[in-house]
Antibody, heavy 117, light 108 residues
Framework: EVELVESGGNLVQPGGSLRLSCAVS????????MSWVRQAPGRGLEWVAN????????NYVDSVKGRFTISRDNGKNSLSLQMNSLRADDTAVYYC??????????WGQGTLVTVSS | EILLTQSPGTLSLSPGERATLSCRAS???????LAWFQQKPGQAPRLLIY???SRATGIPDRFSGSGSGADFTLTISRLEPEDFAVYYC?????????FGQGARVEIK
């Protein structure tokens, strides 16, 4: 059974940093691109970043470029998102997802990041 | 980036009725790379349809997708009680991948 479990969400002050993690099981992690998708409270969905199966290529939505870094450890079946210079509009539930033909076929349960003073 | 506009915003129907949701893109989507998701309160989205008309694994055949270019439709042939939820379209024909604003199917 495919399982993605996020962790690391928390309340953080504007300008602060946070690192999200996603533990993956149930499929060969190193064969798939992975993404982070976020959803602001009561709002729609926004793709944030993705990373190639070997970690050698990454992509970001413009609003997080230079502030967020996606990474992976295929030996530990783990995906991460390092978030720096956080802003109030980064407040959201962050989902770890598996890329499938360009879309997202498996999702974690999400972890809440709240940026507020 | 490609903007996706979903309509109607809310659809009020009874179980057993047919639901038709629209997703219109600001430009043509390459290769009809359009997906549909269902999201229930407190849950992660679930992939229903990819490549405009292909059902994802385990999705009942009452869900169908159609369309091409910039106009796409999700149809639920006969609503079951568990189908009342919010539905999102998503394009992956051009980076960045973008989502529609969502459409709610509620019980009438």
């Amino acid at each position: 059974e495919v399982e993605l479990v996020e962790s690391g969400g928390n309340l953080v002050q504007p300008g602060g940093s946070l690192r999200l993690s996603c533990a993956v099981s149930g499929f060969t992690f190193g064969n798939f691109w992975m993404s982070w998708v976020r959803q602001a409270p009561g709002r729609g969905l926004e793709w944030v970043a993705n990373i190639k199966h070997d970690g050698r290529e990454t992509n970001y939505v413009d609003s997080v470029k230079g502030r967020f870094t996606i990474s992976r450890d295929n030996g530990k079946n783990s995906l991460s998102l390092q978030m720096n210079s956080l802003r109030a509009d980064d407040t959201a539930v962050y989902y770890c997802t598996r890329d499938y033909r360009g879309t997202f076929d498996y999702w974690g349960q999400g972890t809440l990041v709240t940026v507020s003073s | 980036e490609i903007l996706l506009t979903q309509s109607p915003g809310t659809l009020s129907l009874s179980p057993g009725e047919r639901a038709t949701l629209s997703c219109r893109a600001s430009q043509s989507i390459n290769n009809n790379y359009l997906a549909w998701f269902q999201q229930k309160p407190g849950q992660a989205p679930r992939l229903l349809i990819y490549a405009a008309s292909s059902r994802a694994t385990g999705i009942p055949d009452r869900f169908s997708g159609s369309g091409s270019g910039a106009d796409f439709t999700l149809t639920i042939s006969r609503l079951e009680p568990e189908d009342f939820a919010v539905y999102y379209c998503q394009q992956y024909g051009k980076s960045p991948r973008t989502f529609g604003q969502g459409a709610r199917v509620e019980i009438k």
